[in-house]
């Protein structure tokens, strides 16, 4: 494998691109995510732009930055582009390149934590507004760009706060983007839902015994029990998608993704004792069309059922239903307008959208969808190895620099007049 190269392309030059690598080189990835710095930098675009800022702390140090970009037609609902500028950590001795240098080798990939998730939209929104803007594009309804702390850890403190709030209201958003994920084909992909995050803990109990005793009921045999019956419910899903009947997301998923038990000793652990708790964790997804009651009575009859001396708790990681009981999706056939539009500005730049997603993981577009907004799940990269959370994650040059592009004809298009489906004239 021939060794890439750092760029020697000027270090000084202002562009898309080098304005892309400077906000990817501001760390932001979690445990301690920089958020002063990449609020100050992101107001700092602003400034030459038609744009003006505001700045919400409804936590300390949990910044919600706005850009907006005011409709001449300020009554009509408005359109908000959001991205979050938080990041999953990173093992910088891993990776082929420092994770925060953002270096771009001599084929064009930028590497860096975030080249990807999700920090290549958050730059592509400004870009696309600059170019409009140049071009002597003035947007009918408000644009909103908004920049989000902690969704990587679920936007307690972050988006749910924002929507949560009277100025969220007072910017009457009619339709919302938010971040999708890379495709590696041709065709553009779209998400009108995201499977929502349960966190599942089982706790199994039981007599403690001499390592050498055969009995029933031990809390490791009672946790293995549990872990057996759950490995099974995951094969019944996974079965699913290799018979090809249904795709990834569209399932249930749960892995395991932690084991806890046992009595520490010095050397390690105490070799002649069964013990007496055995706990593990597992993270679930449910789609949109999942039934959670029929999930919770499985989880509370076979999974950790109270005769085998279990116990259990479910964290729900955000809701289920939007504010009406329905379920959280957005449609993608011409009855929403807004969808109609979006499809029609990617195709007037000669883009394809692959058939509408559920996404595999959760965005914090499930806030907006929760309030009845209308939203999509949209990153504008083709060709492109999905890497989010991945060592190594980049993005080609031209990808990104494709992108911009994107967004004019989105921008454009969803804040001018709505093409309506029923020829009726918006009011
Ligand atoms: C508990 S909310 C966590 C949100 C996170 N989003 C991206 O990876 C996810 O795990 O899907
Ligand atoms: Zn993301
Ligand atoms: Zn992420």
């Known amino acids: ?39 100050s930098f992101l107001r700092s675009l602003a400034e030459s732009l038609p744009l003006h800022t505001r700045v919400f702390e409804f936590v300390p140090n949990k910044p919600v930055l706005l850009l907006i970009w005011e409709g001449s037609d300020p009554s009509l609902p408005s359109v908000l582009l959001n991205s979050h500028m938080d990041s999953v950590p990173a093992e910088p001795s891993k990776w082929t390149f420092d994770p925060f240098s953002a270096v771009r080798t001599s084929d064009g990939k930028i590497f860096a934590r975030g080249a990807q998730d ?12 600059r170019n409009l803007w ?34 969220f209201e007072e910017l009457n958003v009619g339709f919302m983007l938010d971040e999708g994920q890379a495709s590696t084909t041709d065709e553009f992909r779209v998400f009108y839902s995201d499977r929502t995050p349960w966190d599942l803990i089982i706790k199994a109990q039981g007599a403690p015994g001499h390592g050498s005793k055969m009995y029933d009921n031990s809390a490791m045999e009672n946790l293995i029990k549990s872990m057996e019956i759950i490995s099974k419910f995951r094969e019944t899903q996974f079965d699913k998608v290799k018979a090809g009947v249904a795709v990834y997301s569209e399932v249930i998923s749960v892995n395991p993704v932690y084991m806890k038990a046992g009595t520490p000793s010095p050397s390690g652990f105490v070799m ?109 990269m083709t060709n ?30 969803l804040c001018s007049h709505l093409e309506d489906p029923h020829g009726k004239q918006e009011q």
Request: hydrophobic share 35%; aromatic share 10%; glycine share 6%.
């Open 1 to 39: 494998i021939p060794v890439e190269s750092p760029s020697n392309e000027d270090p000084e030059a202002e562009n898309p691109v080098s304005r892309f690598r400077k906000y990817l080189s501001i760390n932001t990835a979690h445990p301690n995510p920089d958020y002063s710095v990449a609020v």
């Open 272 to 380: 002649n004792l069964q013990p007496s708790e055995a706990e593990a964790g597992f993270n679930i997804r449910l789609p949109p069309t999942a039934e959670p009651h029929a999930l919770k009575m499985r989880i509370a009859d076979e999974w950790a059922p109270t005769i085998r001396n279990m116990s259990y708790q479910i964290i729900e990681k955000g809701p289920f239903r939007d504010f009406m009981g329905r379920p959280l999706m957005t449609s993608t056939d011409d009855s929403n307008p807004w969808w109609s539009t979006f499809k029609e500005a990617i195709e007037a730049t000669g883009g394809r959208l692959a058939k509408p997603e559920i996404l595999a993981s959760t965005t914090d577009s499930r806030y907006f969808r929760q309030k009845g907004i209308p939203a999509l799940g949209f990153s504008p």
């Open 118 to 129: 999700d920090k290549c939209i958050g730059i592509q929104y400004i870009e696309a507004i």
């Open 384 to 413: 492109t190895p999905i890497l989010l959370h991945e060592h190594n994650e980049f993005l080609e040059d031209t990808v990104f620099l494709r992108g911009i592009e994107v967004y004019e004809s989105i921008i454009h298009s």
């Open 134 to 167: 140049k071009k002597g594009f003035t947007p009918l309804r408000t644009l909103i760009v908004s920049y989000v702390p902690d969704e990587e850890i679920g936007g307690l403190d972050g988006v749910t706060k924002f929507v949560a709030s009277k100025e």
